[in-house]
């Protein structure tokens, strides 16, 4: 055979060859497409291969079971969810069909979050059962739900607050003693993407001011609209006595107005300024004015009632600003939770609205001042998700709803505390049974094949070893030079001029 012939030969038997090695390649973690790659970066003079189809997943491409931002989560078994057996759990029950109402009710596309449509099967179990006994209560949650321990990440706890609806004397009129008016929302605050007479309006966000039909302007703040930007166009719903009440009024969300003719008006959340919401206690904290251990509600009244001038600087740290709507509420009724249902005092909470969807339920335990303010109340209750707040932000972060008047502002007051979080996952989006039905990685490849092909990238600094030779010389590019560092020039002193004494209205 000539040797311009074995040649030939050589060259399509080593191309054959290193092709099925790469064809075998790319079975294993480099895939077709690398292997062909590897096989071109080191033999530039052997002609082009066709590339290799890609390889068939033998797996389903299935989504994360659960995904909450900025939360870490641990499926637990209902053994291990300490005081869960000491519960009402008819009480939850009975709140949790409660939220299954407009559950339910709902059409369209169901909310792009963790849950969402997956609390449409449990409502639809608990639609048709009227449970009475405790027992079967606890069998629907554990039959229906899966406990999962959650917090925020790289933390062990959540955390936890109180509210209420608060009770506050009121006039029809202003009066010299009913002076502070309580605004319902103005006709000329607007929200993007939202009409201007919409129902429910975002709690989060940039809020304008419309002047004229296309000039946005942020909306007035809270030192703004106390100094009467809004007043005398007819937004005045009632008129409190002090400015105190009706902060703690827009803090809590919701109030009850009562007048002296024996009328009552239930007032509950419609729209905010567009400021974010400063916590007054924390300022009082910071200024070393109350400390940390000993805020409260209570010692927040208590210093603004002896300080009015500073209470006004205070309440003006907070330029978030509430507007109310009238309620059709008896006194008997609870207040109406950002879920459209009256509360639960005891069993409803304030959740994340970006991170969670309401109807969900909730078990919280710990130990919390409930008897008193130094108690510690053992406490392990099951509560369902129904509303939402500007200052609840967080995985593991509730507001737990006491009811209305004063004893449940004082308890709901004292409430800053860290607590055990487990969400009751419905079963559909158990992670224990969906993770299951995941894609595993493909197998290392073996000893043997990692050693025929490296998968080691030449160095950057050097050519590679099949172009050098004794024959030929390759250029290597060289360290680029530093520029040379400027020169230091001592600056030189002027001689200073003698200065004329000049009168003291000159200068």
Sequence with gaps: MAPEARIKVFLKTSATALCAGAVALSSFSLGAEAARRHYRSHHHHLPELPAAPPRALPYPQLPLPLEIPGAQYLPLAWADVKGWGDDNHLAAYKTFRASCRPINA???APEPKALGASLGEPCRVAKSLELTDDARAKTFFEENFAPLRISRLGEPDGFVTGYYEPVLEGSRTQTDVYNVPVYRRPSNLFVRGYKQDSVSLPNKGPVYRKIGRRKLVPYYDRAEIEDGKIAGRGLEIAWLKDPTDLLFAQIQGSARIKFDDGGTVRLNYDAYNGY??????RILI????????EMSMQKIREWMAQTP???KELRRQNRSYIFFREVNLSDKEEAVGAQGIPLTAGR???????????GTPFFIEGELP???ERAKTPFHRLMIAQDTGSAIIGPARADLYFGAG?????????LRHAMHFV???????????????????????????AKLFPQTEPAKDKPPAELQSKSETVAVAGPIPLPVPRPVIEPVQEPRRPVKNRSHRQQ
């Design 309 to 311: 001038d500073g209470a």
């Design 423 to 449: 969400m009751l996952v419905p079963k559909s989006l158990d992670p224990t049974t969906r993770g299951a039905r995941l894609p595993v990685p493909d197998p290392r490849p073996s000893e043997k094949i």
């Design 106 to 108: 709902q059409t369209g």
């Design 406 to 414: 004063q004893e449940a502002g004082r308890v709901s007051g004292r």
């Design 348 to 358: 409803s909470i304030a959740v994340d609205k970006s991170l969670h969807v309401y």
């Design 286 to 293: 910071e200024r070393g004015i109350i400390p940390k251990e």
């Design 370 to 372: 409930i008897d008193s």
């Design 276 to 281: 974010p919401y400063t916590a007054v206690g």
